[in-house]
């Protein structure tokens, strides 16, 4: 059994301040708290099994029935490329809605191109009287997004 004896007659020799920070216990436990997150994080994530769908673009077909209103920076409003008053949108769709009906024919969709400076007021008017009409199925026309710039 050894046993450390300290002199006291000669302070030359005693030992300097060890001012380092002894970094080996905190790699220890960064380690082992490594290895217990590697192993309990597959056990938390669940995992729903699902087959998701292809994405593909398709053209938008435009069918005679098809209602195209447009709105420009002015915020006029062209039914079908014609003039038309935001008072009379609604009596043109319910109008439009009873000929699909009376025909047999499927419910016109309306699809509403807007300026790019027009307000969102503007358009809001738009998709407020096709709703209060009735009308099923409203979509927005854009032009396709330019990648390369």
Do not use: C
């Not at 509403?112 to 969102?120: A, E, L």
């Amino acid at each position: 059994m050894a046993v450390f004896v300290q002199s006291g007659a000669g302070r030359g020799d005693e030992d300097e301040l060890n001012a380092t920070i002894n970094v080996v216990p905190l790699v220890d436990i960064m380690l082992v708290m490594l290895i217990i997150f590697l192993v309990t994080i597959p056990v938390i994530v669940k995992v729903v099994p699902l087959t998701l769908p292809n994405a593909r673009n398709i053209a938008t077909e435009t069918k005679p029935e098809n209602i195209v209103i447009s709105v420009n920076a002015a915020e006029d409003v062209f039914w079908n490329n014609a003039p038309v008053q935001y008072s009379d949108l609604h009596a043109r769709f319910v109008g439009a809605l009873l000929r699909a009906n009376a025909n047999g024919t499927p419910l016109p969709e309306v699809h509403i191109r807007g300026d790019s400076n027009v307000r969102f007021e503007a358009l809001g008017r738009v998709i407020l009287a096709a709703q209060q009409a009735g009308v099923p199925k409203v979509g927005f026309i854009t032009e396709p997004r330019n990648e390369s710039q």
